[in-house]
């Protein structure tokens, strides 16, 4: 029998799952029949396919085998980008990460769930894959992915990690380069809560329909068809917004003008320009790699096998 390690840190989003090199919708389609379409996988009787469609915000991402699922879906695509042998068993290691407020909570339930003793079979593109997890090792999120650009913030004493993603905005305060876990939250403040304010308004002041890219098109400075007096409203709307965020930190107590500010997700590179310009924060950083979480575990992961 061959045997194959496989290292594959995963950041398991609730809009998007991403490895080091991959990122796929999470979302997946149940079917009893072998799709017709796509690169499905088969697994204990079902076939899946990805979807477009993200399955509904989780905070426990274990009440279902969803996203196990995903996680096959990962790994598999991981053994063909490295062109992996499906002659081997893949002795799976897998790196990966929960948001700073629920870590202390679920990680072990986190990690527990993709524990799996019995070797595990299946199908991907019609290709049968035999793989063994034989180790979980799960992170803070944010603190990892502020550990890819580790040289930039090693002088601080004190970093704030900001994470402003669609459904919340996380942050975790890391001191001397370890993640102080008594000072994390997570707010019910991503971008979501700004696009729907503006598809609102703009619908009852101007009867005209946003949709999301519409709206991130205006924020960027794109070219759109729109009526200037349309952008305007979209423009002060989230020059509000972005001050609505930095008043909530604030009023936690957090100091963005000492330090570092680590601004992480596809919120914060969005909103980029508006919080470089704002008056509240002093040094700051933005990571814009949207890998960058997974490539955090893969790190991390790396320091904790040299520890041993």
Not at 1 to 27: C, W
Not at 132 to 157: H, L, N, W
Not at 249 to 266: A, H, N, P, S, Y
Request: charged share 30%.
């Amino acid at each position: 029998m061959m045997y194959q390690k496989l290292v594959v840190p995963i950041d398991h989003g609730n809009r998007n799952m991403k490895t080091e090199d991959a990122i796929f919708t999470s979302g997946l389609v149940e079917s009893e029949c072998e799709p017709a379409l796509g690169d499905s996988l088969y697994y204990a009787g079902h076939y899946y396919s990805l979807s477009g469609q993200r399955i509904p915000y989780m905070r426990d991402k274990t009440a279902d085998e969803r996203f196990f699922i995903l996680t096959l879906f990962a790994i598999a695509m991981e053994a063909d980008r490295r062109r992996i042998s499906n002659d081997a068993v893949l002795q799976v290691e897998l790196p990966v990460g929960l948001p700073p407020r629920h870590f202390g909570a679920l990680y072990q339930k986190f990690g527990d769930y993709f524990r799996r003793a019995e070797e595990i079979q299946f199908w991907y593109k019609k290709i049968p894959y035999r793989i063994r997890i034989e180790e979980v090792a799960v992170f803070p999120q944010d603190y990892a992915a502020a550990m890819t650009v580790y040289t930039k913030i090693s002088g601080f004493s004190k970093v704030l990690t900001v994470d402003i993603g669609g459904f919340t905005l996380d942050y975790l305060l890391i001191r001397e380069s370890r993640p102080d876990l008594s000072v994390c939250e997570s707010l019910e403040m991503g971008v979501i809560t700004l696009y729907n304010r503006i598809i609102s308004r703009i619908s009852s002041e101007y009867d005209v329909l946003l949709e999301e890219t519409d709206i991130d098109s205006i924020i960027r400075e794109k070219r759109t068809d729109y009526e200037e007096r349309i952008k305007k409203t979209v423009l002060e709307m989230t020059d509000t917004y972005v001050n609505d965020v930095l008043g909530a930190l604030r009023e936690r107590g957090l100091d963005l003008k000492t330090g570092c500010v680590v601004f992480i997700g596809g919120g914060a590179s969005l909103l980029k320009r508006f919080l470089e310009a704002s008056d509240r924060i002093g040094r700051s950083i933005f990571v814009e790699d949207i890998y960058a979480n997974a490539k955090g575990y893969g790190l991390l992961y790396q320091i904790q096998k040299r520890g041993r």
